[in-house]
């Protein structure tokens, strides 16, 4: 039977915590032992963790129901996918894709939510099979390749200091001929 509660009911555990306790946390969900786990930020759940069958249930629950996924849950289903592969990267790598998600298919934005980007096998099942885009795909790698070098720049201190050696670049077309 379906779990009907309320969100604000489920187990809420710090992110942070979260962390530590991912395995033992992950383990329940996988064996039943718990519907899901609200994952919080300063004592107020920003994410809810649940199983892979747990989000294939409720997928399938609304599918079969015949919802229509209104503009608003389409752009925060692009929005997850684009926190989920690209991270923290900088906004001009993240809104282009989340603009790019939005135009896709429900199906798609399913599919790929659900492929996890640190799994390449898995993920490859997932994506073919469901019939996504392969040039989407191909966007997201390289956009997060692009992300994970920006982060790795900038935990060197490299990033804000390139960024600021091209502003003082003069572009103007007197310095071009010299």
Known sequence: MADTRNPEEFEKVNMAIA???LPALMANLATGKQEAVALCKRDEP???????????FLVGTLRSRGETYDRRRIRQLAWLITDNWLGSAP???RDPQTA?????????LIAIFAANPNQPSRRSDIL???GVDPKIVERLKKRRKVARAIREAEEEGLYEAAEHATSEVDL?????SQ
């Open 100 to 108: 790019e998600l939005e135009r896709q298919p429900v199906e798609s």
């Open 46 to 56: 920003a994410a809810l963790l649940v199983s892979h069958s747990r989000f294939a």
């Open 172 to 176: 103007s077309d007197e310095n071009s």
């Open 128 to 130: 073919s099979k469901a």
């Open 19 to 21: 962390r530590d306790r």
């Open 91 to 93: 906004a001009h790598l």
